[in-house]
């Protein structure tokens, strides 16, 4: 814990961001549109205490990548392009989708491609594009190491974020940390990844060091949208492989993106769910877990179905759904992985060689709760040891804090499905941006929350 005496050199800063994916990249695309409306209408000569908020974020990857490892030739995005950066909370700002397509000359086939789901190929080449007009407020290849709370007078007045990049440490103070720490690959418990048992975020990378004319054996396990792009991907890249799909599931799931449905992403959804009893919020999720959980894409369950049924027709059979099944051990052996799979109705159990066995079983919220450090003890806990969260993103602290603490993702409990997904992302760092405006005019006399 720090005292006001403590780091007195570290730079002062309205607004730290942790991570900068897509979620605080959207961030910094609303606070640079709420100083942008502050100064046009104070005009010339304004200050910095006009009511503009200053603001910088960390990223410990050396440059901006959104799922590089997944950017599989011929997937789309699964949600419109209209679910950019800033278009959902203002659609004349800088940073949409359709005037990054504007600068880049495309905006005309693009319409004329008729497509409301673009590459994801393209959409990181959009993201890309935005995220490059914020290098000068972004530390790449810098990691977050500890938040120490900044007591003054009895009450926690700012928080530090030290950093380390290089063996180098830096220290920065802020009043608002917003943490969007992404997402942390999941596995089976005992699952070890390895140079032949990969997570499918690592997939282009790992498949390019592979022989695509070799005669491999490749083992995928999960039913969802990414195990289904895996399979289908390693089938028609290794034409000579051979590649099992394992599931438990009898069959893919189609993903539930019908009109209605849909509307439990849109903004207005955020306040229904957030403001519901506890055990409706639980058969919402329950409902609805098909719209992004363990869901696949109708048109790529079909071109799965029209391989396997092709190959029966004219061999040889290269694609084997192992459907009702688990996996029960990935073992090394002289050839490469011996893989146990125990088919579930029936308990028969199976093994097979492998050369590689790619869990495609999706990924977990990063716990927020070991970088805050010393400051959790300031925060509201619930039962299970959770933050807890106002409906604006805010973790809930108790008394004696002056500052505020802000999460991007990880609040799908409280705050619905679309918590982490690109869905609801511009809207989010409006209504995060207003928050913290709104708490630096309470500091600033006359100024005021300009963000639209």
Not at 68 to 88: H, P
Not at 157 to 172: F, P
Not at 263 to 279: C, K, N, Q, T, Y
Not at 393 to 410: M, P
């Amino acid at each position: 814990m720090n005292t006001a005496a403590d780091t007195a050199a570290a730079p002062f800063l309205d607004v730290v961001g942790v991570g900068f994916g897509p979620s605080n990249l959207a961030l910094a695309v609303a606070l640079r549109s709420h100083n942008d409306a502050v100064a046009m209408r104070s005009g010339a000569g304004t200050t910095p205490q006009d009511g503009r908020l200053t603001f910088a974020f960390v990223e410990k990857q050396p440059r901006f990548g959104w799922h590089r490892g997944m950017l599989i030739d011929g997937a789309t995005l699964q949600v419109s392009f209209l679910k950019d950066l800033a278009t959902l909370r203002d659609p004349a700002s800088p940073f949409t989708f359709l005037k990054y397509l504007h600068e880049k000359g495309r905006l005309p086939s693009f319409i004329n491609h008729k497509a409301l789901f673009p590459s994801r190929v393209e959409f990181n080449d959009y993201l890309t594009w935005a995220a490059a007009a914020f290098e000068d407020v972004v530390q790449y290849g810098t990691e977050v190491v500890e938040v120490r709370p900044v007591v003054v007078d009895g009450r926690v007045a700012h928080l530090d974020v030290v950093a380390q990049a290089g063996g180098r440490t830096t220290v920065s103070r802020t009043r608002n940390l917003v943490l969007a720490c992404g997402l942390v690959p999941a596995t089976p418990p005992g699952v070890t990844l390895s140079d032949r048992v990969w997570h499918s975020y690592e997939l282009l990378d790992r498949a390019d060091r592979l022989d695509e004319a070799a005669p491999l054996t490749m083992t995928v396990v999960g039913a969802g949208q990414s195990a289904a792009e895996v399979t289908e991907y390693l089938h028609r890249r290794f034409r000579a492989a051979t590649v099992y799909s394992v599931f438990s599931r009898f069959g893919y799931s189609p993903a539930d993106d019908s009109p209605f449905v849909n509307g439990i992403f849109d903004p207005a959804a955020v306040d229904l769910f957030f403001h519901s009893p506890p055990a409706v919020k639980k058969m919402l999720l329950d409902y609805h877990a098909n719209t992004n959980y363990s869901a696949v894409d109708a048109d790529l369950i079909a071109e799965l179905y029209r391989r396997v049924y092709d190959e029966s027709v004219r061999g040889p059979r290269r694609l084997h759904m192992v459907n009702s099944s688990r996996v029960q051990n990935v073992e090394p052996d002289p050839a490469g992985l011996r893989v146990t799979v125990e088919h579930l109705p029936t308990g028969q159990v199976r093994r097979f060689g492998s050369d590689v066995v790619v869990y495609a079983t999706g990924y977990r919220p990063a716990d927020p709760i070991p970088m805050l450090g010393d400051f959790v003890q300031y925060c509201k806990l619930d039962d299970r040891g959770a933050l807890c969260f106002e409906r604006d993103y805010r973790v809930v602290t108790t008394g004696g804090v002056d500052c505020a603490v802000y999460l991007q993702g990880g609040t799908e409990e409280t705050h619905g499905i679309s918590s982490s997904l690109l869905s609801n992302t511009a809207v989010r760092a409006g209504e995060i941006t207003r928050s913290i405006a709104a708490g630096y005019g309470d500091r600033i006399p006359g100024a005021r929350t300009l963000m639209p």
